[in-house]
């Protein structure tokens, strides 16, 4: 096997394991939220969300965020969340899809590269 298909498989397993990844943080408690606030992280702007779970008040900052004049949610609107108890260091606004379009851009390249691959020899 050459370094090339290799990397061609890598995409392909990255994307999977990209979209399981997504996957599972969607699964947990359907809670409804309120953005408190923004932080950003690499020049992008992450929403906190601020939440009640079990009685408590709790704060933590969406998964996705957004870039200069594309934000979707503004300080004070109303989201609906899903929040992991106990495995979550941040919560995923329902509607927020940018990670699952990533991983299916990643297996569509990967599979496109191995089946060109294939097709060639």
């Known amino acids: 096997m050459d370094k090339q298909f290799l990397f061609e498989v890598a995409v392909l397993v990255a994307g999977i394991l990209c979209l ?18 923004f932080v950003n992280m690499d020049g992008y702007d992450f929403p906190m969300i601020r939440f009640q779970y079990n009685g408590q008040e709790l704060e933590a900052r969406a998964a996705n965020g957004d870039k200069g004049n594309k934000m979707k949610h503004k300080e004070g609107d109303r989201v609906d969340i899903v929040y992991r108890p106990g495995k979550a260091k941040y919560v995923n606004i329902l509607g927020d899809n940018h ?10 390249c990967g599979l496109v590269m191995v089946i060109l691959r294939l097709v060639s020899k």
Do not use: M, W
Not at 99 to 108: C, E, K, N, P, Q
């Open 20 to 37: 399981l990844k997504g996957y599972l943080d969607r699964k947990g408690e359907k809670l409804s939220g309120v953005v408190s606030g």
């Open 99 to 108: 990670d699952i379009y990533i991983s299916v851009a990643l297996i569509v």
